[in-house]
């Protein structure tokens, strides 16, 4: 394996964990919000 292709595999590992963590909190914020809603 040449560092170019570690190096390239790393980034896009990061960028998919920040999309897949900006989705849940999209998600847990968005839920939260509409819970409270309905509480209130």
Same mark, same amino acid.
């Given at each position: 394996m040449t560092p170019n292709?570690?190096?390239r595999r790393?980034?896009?590992f990061l960028i998919l964990?920040?999309?897949f963590l900006g989705t849940l909190s #999209?998600?847990?914020i968005l839920g939260i919000s509409r819970f409270l809603d #309905?509480?209130?």
């Open positions: 292709y570690t190096q790393q980034r896009v964990s920040g999309v #999209l998600l847990n #309905l509480s209130f």
